[in-house]
């Protein structure tokens, strides 16, 4: 067994340094993943330059900054990103 030291997650954390011994990393690598895959996923990101994780609640709520090259707009090249996670808790409180 390896005996590996957890170390504290500071915010923010630029998402290239989250590695294994820190803190909540099993629940911040499949928020990080779904975060770049939604934003891939729109024709106007043309690639992810670099991203931020500036909190992480659990699975509930993960808040990320990313700075993307934008194929529509050379001004709007840095975008939040709320985790999916967190609108469906807060569709489902306001029901």
Same mark, same amino acid.
């Given at each position: 067994?390896?005996?590996?030291? #957890?170390?504290?997650?500071? +915010?923010?954390?630029?998402?290239? $340094? #989250?590695?294994?011994? *820190?803190? +909540?990393?099993?629940?911040? /690598?499949?928020?990080?993943?779904?975060?770049?895959?939604?934003? %891939? $996923?729109?024709?106007? =990101?043309?690639? #992810? /330059?670099?991203?931020? %994780?500036?909190?992480? *609640?659990?699975?509930?709520?993960?808040?990320? *900054? +990313?700075? #993307?090259?934008? $194929?529509?707009?050379?001004?709007?090249?840095? *975008?939040?990103? %709320?985790?999916?996670?967190?609108?469906? =808790?807060?569709? /489902? %409180?306001?029901?």
């Amino acid at each position: 067994m390896v005996n590996r030291e #957890i170390k504290i997650m500071k +915010y923010p954390i630029a998402i290239r $340094n #989250i590695k294994e011994n *820190l803190e +909540y990393y099993n629940e911040v /690598i499949p928020l990080i993943e779904e975060s770049k895959s939604f934003l %891939l $996923n729109h024709k106007w =990101c043309n690639k #992810i /330059i670099d991203g931020w %994780l500036f909190k992480n *609640l659990g699975h509930v709520l993960a808040v990320f *900054l +990313y700075e #993307i090259e934008n $194929n529509q707009s050379s001004d709007d090249k840095k *975008l939040w990103d %709320l985790q999916e996670t967190f609108r469906r =808790c807060i569709w /489902i %409180l306001s029901v």
